[in-house]
């Protein structure tokens, strides 16, 4: 319309400039200088038509998660129904549908599917269960588009969506192991979780009726009894009259060791040695075990409270890769004698009445997981008065409104191994209060025993870095000891129950200690690197699980939609007015005797 406007009025000025008085001439004129204006600027020549829409199916898995395929099946029906034009089908990817599709895509993701429509200037019918990944990306559709929810019909089915678990352990040790369990859209009755290693159960629990949509998480403790090396942890849930087996079983590699990586001994447990002990686990990823003195001579295993022997916790230490010694650090003896790995001294302080705050974190090899801490918000902690001294420190602290200041940890290598001295407690206020100072509690200690156990006697070159894995998401490689020297790996897989064998090539970066690969299909997987084998377990893809629809169907999209507008040089009459206009103005002017 502005286009119009313009031509307009530049063809009226200039005809009322050449012909004040004469309205014939005038009127010719000014038809034939809108034309030619209207001409230039492409103006509009008509109403504009709104493009028929495009036509997207859910194309996921979910479809077929309760086992019946009339739901899918009525789906592409609908979408036929809506186009004459083929039927584009999004999830993974956005592609054109063949003639038979199937719904395996293991992920629904519908942003790129707005980005072709706003490409094209379509509005969009979208046909889905209502299960979106990511359905913020739903606004930016074209204006005019439309979602058809067909939800799924009510259910009963339970499913294991997490599993926590150390991805290693001690043969015959007993493991805490946290699994998370979601109803669908029915209450279910009583049933039972079973935690199975290599096949063998190793232990079952009840599991009490759900509600719909509930969620828990249920505490197993199972004793590791297998044979060494990489095996297959699995928690399996049972309920009567479950509809869809194929996410009853949620399972993770863990390597099974005779001896354990990691051991923590604690001769004054506190809440100091409680909550190190989980960040110890998840950060090493090797077999450990904690013994903690309850009374003189008198020792305890973690987990089972078994009675131990105080010579087998001796042994313990000695023999470990990594040695934590909490408390009393010489009650062993010398403690970089009595010990022969990697050794972490942590120092309880018996002065109860200062108050000390962590204020900064010099340049050390931990200096990087602890850049983002924001020191002001951490509670206080106890410092014992004597400085630990090293090559380095970690963690500098300050009295309260005081300036005395000290180190609180410190480390360095010494007789080729590597030892931090922590002589400060109180670091369990961190965690006890959640949010960043729980952050900030398991970056410091992360960071210490992962450096202490950079030089871990791994031997495989390469292994999974992730515990859990579905379909669909990329598969994370860590680098081994056997890889120190070579940023190129090859991995040779065979997927069991096949004789095919698979091979991956990781390449790590200058530095990198992790690699990145394509996702792969469901199954477990016998894995060969240089230096030893793994076993990788890819579970079921999410689309599996039971989870309430994300959207509701309705108009959708506030973007602009171009839309179908003729255009003013596509029509044939436009050239021809604008002459003819042009050759009667003439005619006129010379029979009144003009120029």
């Known amino acids: ?57 859910d194309a996921s898995e979910s479809w077929t998660r309760d086992g019946d395929t009339a739901l899918w099946n009525g789906a592409r029906r609908r979408a036929q129904s809506l186009t004459p034009d083929s039927v584009l089908l999004f999830g993974d990817s956005v592609l054109r549908a063949p003639r038979t599709p199937e719904p395996a895509d293991v992920s629904t993701r519908a942003r790129a599917l707005a980005v072709r429509a706003l490409g094209a200037g379509r509005p969009l019918d979208l046909i889905t269960d209502g299960e979106i990944d990511d359905p913020a990306a739903l606004p930016g559709f074209p204006a005019g588009s439309r979602i058809v929810v067909l939800a799924h019909p009510p259910v009963r089915d339970v499913a294991v969506v997490s599993l926590d678990a150390p991805r290693a352990a001690v043969s015959g040790d007993t493991v805490e192991l946290h699994v998370g369990v979601r109803a669908d859209s029915l209450a279910t009755p009583l049933g039972s979780i079973r935690i199975l290693l290599g096949g063998r159960v190793l232990t079952s629990v009840a599991l009490d009726s759900m509600p719909a949509r509930a969620e828990r998480t249920i505490t197993v403790r199972a004793p590791i009894v297998g044979p060494v090396g990489p095996s297959v942890l699995d928690a399996v849930v049972t309920v009567p009259g479950d509809r869809e087996a194929r996410n009853d079983t949620l399972g993770m590699a863990v390597d099974v060791a005779r001896a354990a990586g990691a051991v923590l001994a604690s001769t004054s447990p506190d809440f100091d040695a409680r909550f190190v002990l989980p960040v110890l686990r998840g950060a090493v990823e090797l077999p450990t075990r904690a013994y903690y003195r309850v009374a003189p001579g008198q020792w305890r295993q973690d987990g089972s409270l078994a009675p131990v022997d105080e010579r087998t916790v001796k042994g313990a230490m000695h023999d470990a890769p990594l040695a934590i010694l909490h408390g009393d650090t010489s009650y062993f003896g010398a403690p970089r004698t009595a010990m022969t790995g990697s050794l972490a001294l942590i120092v309880p302080s018996a002065d109860t009445t200062g108050e000390w705050y962590a204020i900064d974190a010099p340049p050390s090899p931990i ?229």
């Open 1 to 57: 319309m502005l286009s119009w406007i313009i031509a307009v009025a530049i063809g009226a000025g200039i005809a009322a400039w050449l012909y004040p008085r004469r309205w014939v001439p005038a009127a010719l004129r000014a038809i034939a200088i809108a034309l030619g204006v209207a001409l230039l600027l492409d103006a509009p020549a008509g109403p504009r038509h709104p493009l028929p829409p495009l036509v997207a199916l």
């Open 367 to 595: 200096a990087g997981a602890l850049a983002g801490i924001v020191w002001d918000s951490l509670p206080p902690i106890t410092v014992s008065p004597r400085a630990p001294t090293g090559e380095w420190e970690a963690l500098t602290v300050a009295r309260a409104r005081q300036y005395d200041r000290r180190p609180a940890i410190a480390g360095g290598t010494a007789q080729g191994r590597r030892v931090v001295v922590v002589s400060a407690s109180g670091f369990w206020r961190w965690q006890f209060r959640g949010g960043a100072s729980a952050d900030a509690f398991v970056a410091l200690w992360g960071s210490i025993f992962d450096w202490l156990s950079a030089e871990r006697p791994d031997p495989r070159a390469a292994m999974p870095a992730d515990g859990v894995v579905r379909a669909g998401d990329a598969l994370r490689w860590r680098r081994g000891t056997a890889a120190s020297k070579d940023s190129v790996v090859r991995v040779v897989l065979r997927r069991r129950g096949t004789a095919r064998n698979d091979s991956l090539t990781l390449r790590f970066g200058a530095g990198a200690t992790v690699a990145q690969t394509d996702p792969m299909p469901p199954g477990v997987y016998d894995v060969r690197v240089i230096g030893g084998a793994a076993v990788l377990v890819v579970n079921p893809s999410r689309e599996l699980l039971p989870r309430a629809g994300a959207v509701r169907g309705g108009p959708v999209g506030g973007a602009t939609s171009f839309g179908d507008q003729p255009r003013l040089r596509d029509m044939w009459w436009s050239y021809i007015a604008l002459i003819a206009a042009l050759c009667i103005e003439w005619l006129l002017r010379r029979r009144r005797g003009l120029r």
